[in-house]
């Protein structure tokens, strides 16, 4: 297949993520949305449908599974390789670590500690510590292998900031259409223009400290071979259109049944790009398994996002005080859930942590779309 046919089928496939919710939501309407529908940054919610325990408990049970697999995967079939020791490294800190350190440090204390006076970098939120960690997370990678992204190809840092921007809208865009699960009760602020220019710099990191943690948990023998040799999948062709029709049909029907297929925000985008990747012949994460039955791409991608979604989480919620809530951080999120709004990880609930693993294989689909489509040199998107 030719380069451009594989750019004009990409195109689609993320085109159909947008087209296929907003012609239900026109269906819904009656062929006109609400005047505030597209309104951003949202500052309420909509009532959700209560806790429900047996929605909870089926999701924990899926839940335990990935736990069980990450902690011990050779009950599910993979083998033991001998692990060789690292090497001790004998590398000083890139001066990067420090400025990274410096800037955490300061947005840190003024976010934690609550200084409402420093109005400037209260309505920086946690993009100066989180940008800080991902420099610091980046010192550390070099020092341990030699080679870092902002060492062999520090462009690449600006081109997966563009594409986690993009990438991130896309959730934005499909949170509209579920009756909002998050929202930034703080957003009006600052103005509107401010807020987008937030979101942009704020999702930005978010491809970017995937990679960073994925390569830093790469760095370590026992994580990069405990999950090499596991048991090899293969779906058929007609299995992977069923799936992909499957998850059209549920981005299509969101609108109708908002609170039964919210999941599909996280599902739908990824096994949709994936899917059709696949069938173009471009590289993916999924590939190592069908060839060889390496699920270690996969498993520390998601691992990777699952740690940052929890500093991420905890960042946010410690920039406010609670008891009563009070913040004036203008990117300040709370959640809003159904079914399983309950025991909560800060403002997250419990489960909805976990919706970070594929939001991690996202955005390794996402960067290998964006490097392709604009010719991008990579090293992620190939074994």
């Not at 990450?70 to 990067?96: D, E, H, Q, S």
């Not at 699960?181 to 930005?204: D, H, K, M, Q």
């Not at 919210?262 to 069938?279: A, K």
Request: aromatic share 20%.
């Amino acid at each position: 297949m030719s380069p451009l046919k594989r750019r004009i089928l990409i195109l689609l496939s993320l085109l159909s993520v947008i087209v296929a919710p907003m012609i239900g939501a026109l269906i819904v309407f009656k062929g006109s949305l609400p005047a505030d529908f597209f309104v951003f940054p949202p500052l309420s919610d909509s009532p959700k449908p209560g806790f429900s325990w047996p929605i909870f408990i089926g999701l924990l049970v899926a839940i335990l599974f990935f736990v069980v697999l990450y902690i011990n995967p050779w009950l599910f079939g993979f083998k033991r390789v001998a692990n060789p020791t690292n090497a001790a490294p004998n590398r000083k800190w890139a001066y990067w670590f420090w400025i990274g350190l410096i800037v955490s440090v300061v947005d840190g204390i003024v976010l934690f500690a609550h200084i409402n006076t420093a109005v400037f970098i209260m309505n920086l939120g946690y993009i100066p510590i989180i940008w800080g960690f991902l420099l610091m997370t980046d010192a550390w990678v070099l020092k341990r292998t030699g080679h870092s992204l902002l060492k062999d190809n520090p462009k690449n840092i600006l081109f997966m900031a563009l594409c986690s921007a993009f990438a991130w809208g896309f959730f934005e865009y499909l949170s509209l259409f579920i009756d909002l699960n998050w929202y930034y009760p703080e957003g009006n602020r600052i103005s509107t223009l401010a807020f987008y220019v937030y979101a942009i710099v704020g999702g930005g990191v978010l491809v970017p400290f995937a990679f960073e943690g994925y390569m830093l948990l790469h760095s370590f023998n026992s994580l990069a071979l405990r999950y090499s040799k596991g048991p090899r999948m293969h779906l058929s062709r007609s299995a992977q259109l069923i799936i992909l029709v499957v998850c059209l049909l549920s981005l299509f029907g969101i609108s109708f049944y908002p609170y039964v297929l919210f999941p599909m925000l996280w599902l739908g985008p990824v096994v949709i790009l994936s899917i059709v990747f696949d069938m173009i012949g471009l590289w993916t994460p999924f590939r190592p398994i069908v060839q060889s039955g390496n699920w270690t791409y996969l498993a520390l991608i998601g691992l990777s996002e699952i740690i940052i979604g929890f500093i991420h989480e905890g960042v946010n919620y410690l920039s406010a005080s609670h008891n009563p809530f009070e913040t004036i951080v203008p990117g300040y999120w709370v959640y809003s859930i159904p079914y399983v709004d309950k025991f909560h990880i800060f403002e997250m609930p419990f489960e909805g942590l976990f919706g970070y693993l594929p939001y991690g294989i996202y955005n390794w689909i996402a960067w290998i779309g964006f490097a392709y489509l604009f010719k991008i040199t990579t090293s992620f998107d190939k074994e």
